[in-house]
Nanobody
Framework: QVHMVESGGGLVQAGDSLRLSCAAS??????MAWFRQAPGKQRELVAR??????TGYPNSLRGRFTIARDSDDNTVLQIHSVRPEDTGVYYC?????????WGQGTQVTVST
């Protein structure tokens, strides 16, 4: 059974940096991604990383987010200089995402 556990969120001030971590179990090495859902909005892709380490970001988010693997089972997302619009719940999943693999996410709240 696939299980994702996200951690590292919290209340931060605009301009801070934040490191989120995703521990995945029950899957073989796969492409992974981070998503986020802001209040009242649909979940959106933030960053993805292939099995070989190739990364990809939406144009609108390019430059402030860095995705990386620090082990076969752990994927991290570094957010540089957070902004209030980065507030939301951050999730990790395979890429493409599997419907039954969503975890609880980790809440990020950015204050001004």
């Amino acid at each position: 059974q696939v299980h994702m556990v996200e951690s590292g969120g919290g209340l931060v001030q605009a301009g801070d940096s934040l490191r989120l971590s995703c521990a995945a179990s029950g899957i073989n090495r796969r492409a992974m991604a981070w998503f986020r859902q802001a209040p009242g909005k649909q979940r959106e892709l933030v960053a993805r990383i292939s099995i070989t380490g190739v990364t990809g970001y939406p144009n609108s988010l390019r430059g402030r987010f860095t995705i990386a693997r620090d082990s076969d089972d752990n994927t991290v997302l570094q957010i540089h200089s957070v902004r209030p619009e980065d507030t939301g719940v951050y999730y990790c999943n395979t890429y493409p995402p599997k419907t039954d693999s969503w975890g609880q996410g980790t809440q990020v709240t950015v204050s001004t």
